[in-house]
């Protein structure tokens, strides 16, 4: 199992704060003979009109050298989660929460805004210090 980010208990708070049940942390998928580890799967428990949706996130913090490398690698474990979600758990809808720092500084570049839409990325944008979630980007 790989290690939790830097910011996991601040994304994890952030959702709990906006109402979220943690169900499993980490969310774990095994398809195909292969073992796959989500950050977190939630549950929205607050409208009703939502009662029941289910999400799964993965949390990254970009804090590495490279934004372009550590998305490259995000954009493809976003990838392989979805399929695997989709045959496992087809019911979750799968995320990818960021820092609002690297998404005002990164992902508003016009480049990775194409590989977003193409790659039907979907973002939680979260702020680590306040502990919330700033926006959701579908």
């Given at each position: 199992m790989?290690?939790k ?5 601040a ?109 039907q ?9 306040n502990?919330?979630i ?5």
């Amino acid at each position: 199992m790989a290690a939790k980010d830097i910011f996991h208990d601040a994304v994890r708070k952030g959702l709990e704060k906006e109402g979220w049940l943690i169900t499993d942390d980490p969310l774990k998928i095994e398809v195909g003979g292969v073992e796959m580890y989500i950050d977190l799967g939630e549950e929205q428990i607050l409208a009703a009109e939502r009662e029941g949706q289910k999400i799964a996130v993965e949390i990254k913090s970009f804090v590495g050298t490279s934004n372009i490398s550590s998305f490259h690698t995000a954009v493809g474990q976003f990838f392989n989660y979805r399929i695997a979600l989709e045959q496992q758990e087809p019911e979750r809808v799968l995320y990818l929460a960021v820092p609002l720092a690297t998404y005002e500084s990164f992902f508003r570049l016009e480049f990775v805004q194409t590989v977003r839409e193409r790659s039907q990325l979907k973002l939680i944008i979260y702020n680590p210090v306040n502990e919330v979630i700033v926006e959701w980007k579908n």
